[in-house]
């Protein structure tokens, strides 16, 4: 499809959305080692980062067909990127903020400090200084009972700041599942996705806002995860459970209510979505691309990246990764 690499950002969303009806005949499936490349991380040499359940961060080559190991956390890797001195910063569910020198091969935890809790590090943007804005998503549950959070809606979420000077400052807490982190291109304010409320929130950086919080995206047609910067500068935003009425019901509903479903079968709670929900805003707020598809060959999607003609999907509960062509 080589006639698509002269498109516009915009001209190829136009052309994703003529293509709704189509299905995803021109996704391409990357089998990994292991389960759960939960973020797909393009670096500037043409290949990839992702993490695995099992700790591994996996290097996928640029035909985006073979993997190898790259190094092992010993925990459980999630949201990843680059920071300006070329080094992967790593946001581990378990160990915290780790930083990773392609170079020396070394991991370096960067979160290692008494007065912070850092019990579920998720996901990172990292400024041009080097300044690494992360989220914590909730401090009452692990990992595997992520779900149980959402569901029973107690804000434990925090946003943080890391300084290459060292120490790790608190900019936002009573977060809803704190999640995907964007940091604004002219780096006046960061994002910060509230799986939890099925919304995007903003911390002012700089100018008459500086240090207060709003909403900068409210009534999400679905649960954000990882939300990214697009090399079409836009904030793309991967949803991997659509907003019905009875979830927003229920999260209106008393606290025992909200607990007993938190620990309910999946059985009564329905089968899981088999769908690619996706959408795509600008830093004013408005929705520019917003995709929806059908799909048995790939779902529950985590991440999505745009660069240059390709979509990068991510999946905490699938075996692969996937790319699809604009």
Do not use: H
Request: charged share 25%.
């Amino acid at each position: 499809m080589d006639t698509n690499k002269g498109r516009s950002g915009l001209e190829l969303i136009r052309f994703l959305l003529e293509r709704r009806e189509m299905g995803l005949e021109d996704i391409t499936i990357c089998k990994m080692p292991g389960k759960g490349p939960e973020d797909v991380l393009p670096l500037s040499d043409g290949k990839f980062v992702t993490g695995l359940d099992d700790g591994r961060i996996i290097l996928i080559d640029e035909d985006f067909e073979n993997c190898s190991e790259l190094v092992n956390t010993g925990g459980r890797p999630l949201g990843m990127e680059i920071s300006p001195s070329g080094q992967l910063i790593i946001c581990d569910a378990e160990k915290g903020l780790l930083r990773f020198s392609f170079d020396s091969k070394r991991i370096e935890n960067l979160s290692e400090t008494p007065n912070i809790d850092l019990s579920f590090c998720n996901n990172c943007a990292v400024s041009n200084s080097g300044t690494v804005f992360f989220s914590s998503s909730t401090s009452r549950f692990k990992i595997g009972d992520s779900s149980k959070d959402v569901s029973e809606g107690i804000p434990s979420g925090v946003l943080l700041k890391w300084s290459p000077s060292g120490g790790i400052e608190k900019l936002m807490d009573g977060l809803y599942f704190a999640n995907g982190v964007v940091l604004s291109p002219d780096e006046k304010f960061v994002l910060v996705a509230e799986t939890g409320r099925a919304r995007i929130s903003r911390y002012w950086l700089e100018g008459e806002l500086k240090g207060t919080s709003d909403v900068f995206f409210e009534k999400l047609p679905g649960l954000p995860d990882n939300i990214n910067l697009g090399s079409d500068n836009l904030v793309w935003v991967a949803m991997v459970l659509s907003t019905s009425k009875a979830l927003r019901k229920l999260w209106a509903a008393p606290y025992w209510l909200r607990w007993l479903y938190a620990r309910a079968p999946q059985l009564l709670k329905g089968k899981q979505e088999k769908i690619i929900r996706i959408m795509a805003l600008d830093f004013s707020g408005n929705v520019k691309c917003e995709i929806s598809l059908e799909s048995e060959k790939y779902n529950f999607v985590t991440s999505v990246r745009e660069r240059e003609g390709y979509l990068y999907l991510g999946s905490i509960n699938q075996g692969s990764a996937a790319r699809i062509e604009l």
